[in-house]
């Protein structure tokens, strides 16, 4: 079974340019998540989606981070305009239900210079 | 609010020895599931082992096994006969039975020496 796939594995960009993250999650997982994890922390999450609707995003900093599933598969996890404090480790993660089958991407290391 | 703590931030171990990596948390729920997660330089997030929180009694899976102090609110794992492809980074974490998403800590740097 492939798992979830995620790109690029690395990007960097000057502040205030913009980055866009995919996601495909292993197949037939209607449940997909996007964490961040900044240097010396564990992961949080920002957005959770249900096939192609948002379940959770109240953790998302809206002004500059957007996030859309549009057929229920994969997804693009986008920043306009990058921060400085935005570098960090973007890792997707897929279940099928809950928590059966919870698994995460090797992520997107993003530095912003 | 739900909370991880990992109070050592690196520790080291020489092959074939035994090391237990500590973690507390807080939560105000009853059901939950608590985790380990293993992050190699890979920076994939891989399962080593999951303890349901209605369950006194401890799981174990292989090497690995967990001290689960539910009214502590604790959950340690040891590592029996470390091995070198151990080396990585060590996250505890929750997830609430109502909830969706993950709770981690700090992480553990954990080494083993050969």
């Known amino acids: 079974e492939a798992g979830v796939a995620q790109s690029p594995r690395y990007k960097i960009i000057e502040k205030r340019q913009s980055v866009a993250f995919w996601c495909n999650p292993i197949?037939?997982?209607?449940?997909l998540y996007w964490y961040q994890q900044i240097l010396g922390q564990g992961p949080k999450l920002l957005i959770q989606?249900?096939?192609?609707?948002?379940?959770?995003d109240s953790q998302l900093p809206k002004d500059r981070f957007s996030a859309e599933r549009l057929k229920g598969v994969d997804s693009t996890l986008k920043i306009q305009p990058a921060k400085l404090e935005d570098s960090a480790v973007y890792l997707c993660?897929?279940?099928?239900?809950?928590?059966?089958?919870?698994?995460f991407g090797s992520g997107t290391r993003l530095t912003v210079v | 609010a739900q909370t991880v703590t990992q109070s050592q931030p690196e520790m080291s171990v020489q092959e074939a020895e035994t090391v237990t990596l500590s973690c507390t948390y807080d939560t105000s729920e009853n059901n939950y599931y608590l985790f380990w997660y293993k992050q190699p330089p890979s920076r994939q997030m891989i399962l080593v082992i999951r303890?349901?929180?209605?369950?006194?009694q401890n799981a174990t899976e292989n090497r690995f096994s967990v001290n689960f102090q539910k009214a502590a609110k604790s959950f340690s794992l040891k590592i029996s006969d470390s091995q070198l492809g151990d080396t990585a980074m060590y996250f505890c974490a929750f997830i609430l039975n109502t909830g969706n998403q993950f709770y981690f800590g700090t992480g553990t740097s954990l080494t083993v020496i050969p």
């Open positions: 303890q349901e929180a209605y369950k006194q």
């Open positions: 197949s037939g997982h209607a449940t």
């Open positions: 993660a897929s279940s099928l239900q809950g928590l059966s089958g919870y698994t």
């Open positions: 989606f249900q096939n192609n609707g948002v379940v959770d």
